[in-house]
């Protein structure tokens, strides 16, 4: 295993554990993991007198911890560990694709089929009813933005041609979104779609992490089984095919994982920006511009930066919750500008002289 992957996965364990401690109640979370009262020096929760080392409220208050523990902050840490994998599984794929260190999974559409599905169930309701049916719509809301991006280019068209028609679709989507949001029948409803859209990790359970799993777990499959092909696609297509592979099956393949990947994202979480591309460039050079070996490092990086915002954003002294997808955008945005800026100083998006 290369040394950043090491440095990667030590990162994600050490934050993960600490991560268990943030949040706006007082747990006592060494108890709540089972640890020996005895062994854990925590006043607020015992009385240290020398007649008994036992909790003040014997069960009531280990029961809280755990069920804050359990319930909440575990399954928030696991969504923000698995969001972040997927989306930046997704980027590392998409550039890889595109041969566009530019490009994100959002390029294509995706995210905005997703949003505008799980839209449509938030308006209409039918989420109080089924609480499943946000996440399937958003998955089948970011394959159908995808399909309709590639009826429209062709599986065989050009990256310009694949490119510009998922920015038709996604600006066409992010208009039936905003339509939406002017035409909601509430308040109350347009602030739902709002704080949906924002993206967050609160409130979240396992049984959401369990339902989208499966496609995530495919999507991963399915980008992961083409690295070899990407490795050659930077040796351009004729190369590549010239190698063996079949190219539109090989495209099917990325562009299929990656819109598993982002619906099953944006199903639970909302749309969190900007995750698939500043992950990718920030390790391309440790894999020395290798997509294939890019995968792997880039999921462990993006599962790191989205727990280490969601982190930011508890701790943030801002009354109420930041979102993390705000958060992302925070970050992103001048990421994005600074590689624009050093392309146009440069001749390169890494800074290499012309």
Do not use: C
Not at 129 to 158: D, H, K, Q, T
Not at 302 to 326: C, H, K, R, S
């Amino acid at each position: 295993m290369n040394l950043h992957r090491m440095i990667l996965g030590v990162a994600i364990a050490i934050t993960a554990i600490a991560a268990l401690w943030v949040g706006s109640a007082d747990v006592n979370v060494l108890t709540a993991l089972g640890f020996p009262e005895k062994m854990v020096s925590d006043t607020t929760f015992y009385d240290t007198t020398p007649e008994k080392l036992v909790p003040d409220t014997t069960f009531s208050d280990t029961a809280i911890s755990k069920q804050i523990l359990f319930d909440i902050r575990i399954p928030r840490i696991l969504l923000a560990l698995i969001t972040g994998a997927a989306l930046g599984l997704a980027g590392a794929g998409m550039q890889g694709l595109l041969r566009n260190p530019l490009a994100e999974p959002g390029i294509l559409g995706v995210s905005s089929g997703a949003a505008l599905a799980a839209v449509i169930v938030l308006y209409f309701g039918f989420a109080t009813w089924y609480s499943w049916l946000l996440p399937i719509a958003a998955v089948f809301g970011s394959a159908s933005a995808l399909l309709i991006v590639v009826l429209i280019a062709g599986m065989r068209a050009s990256i310009t041609t694949l490119i510009l028609s998922g920015v038709a679709v996604s600006a066409f989507l992010s208009g039936l979104i905003a339509l939406a949001l002017s035409m909601a029948p509430s308040p109350f409803a347009m602030q739902e779609i709002s704080f949906w859209l924002m993206g967050s990790l609160a409130n979240r359970d396992l049984d959401q992490i369990m339902l989208i799993s499966p496609f995530l777990l495919i999507g991963a499959i399915l980008i992961f089984t083409s690295g070899r092909y990407l490795q050659a696609l930077t040796l351009g297509e004729e190369t590549a095919t010239s190698m063996g592979f079949n190219g539109a099956l090989e495209r099917a393949k990325l562009l299929t994982g990656t819109a598993l990947l982002v619906g099953g994202a944006v199903a639970v979480t909302g749309v969190i920006g900007f995750v698939g591309l500043v992950v990718p460039h920030i390790l391309r050079p440790f894999v020395h511009g290798d997509p294939r070996r890019l995968l792997f490092s880039s999921m462990l990086a993006g599962a790191l930066l989205v727990l280490l915002m969601d982190i930011l954003v508890q701790l943030l002294p801002t009354g109420a919750e930041l979102q993390v997808g705000v958060m992302a955008t925070l970050i992103g945005g001048p990421f994005f500008l600074m590689l624009l800026v050093r392309h146009n100083m440069s001749g390169s998006l890494w800074g290499n002289p012309k």
